[in-house]
């Protein structure tokens, strides 16, 4: 057995020489405590918009789709799409009903996405 490696040897040891290590934030900024708070809190904020958002497409998929109403499923969607509806269940009255839950909550849970978005940057800015 020889100490020098083969041409084709992958556990080959770099003649290179080590680079330095570099710091995690450049200029050596610390995270305070108070910009860690406004940033957990930005992502909940940021996580349960997207979490009402979530359950009003579910519902308006289920509608779209002709779920079965007995579901406990589709009943636990439908009480929380009417809770986080914010008001805009009702406003198109299409022809057929199913678009009109489309339409309707789609726009909710759109509204429901740029609110938390907004109130997620607010936040995280107030960090600082």
């Keep these: 057995m020889t100490d020098t490696p083969e041409p084709g040897d992958r556990l080959v040891a770099s003649s ?3 680079r330095p290590h570099r710091p995690a934030r450049p200029g050596g900024h610390t995270v305070t ?4 708070v406004a940033s957990t809190l930005a992502g909940l904020v940021r996580l349960a918009s997207r979490v009402a958002a979530l359950a009003l497409l579910l519902y308006a998929l289920f509608t779209v789709l002709r779920a ?3 579901n406990v499923w589709y009943q636990f969607v439908e009480l929380l799409a009417s809770w986080l509806s914010l008001g805009l269940a009702n406003l198109f009255q299409l022809a057929d009903p199913r678009w009109t839950a489309l339409v309707n909550h789609g726009l909710a849970a759109i509204v429901w996405l740029i609110i938390g978005s907004a109130l997620a ?5 107030a960090g600082p």
């Excluded at 405590?33 to 860690?36: C, I, M, Y």
């Excluded at 940057?121 to 800015?125: A, E, H, K, Q, S």
């Design 121 to 125: 940057g607010l936040i995280r800015r």
């Design 33 to 36: 405590a108070r910009q860690r």
């Design 16 to 18: 290179a020489p080590p």
């Design 68 to 70: 079965n109403p007995a």
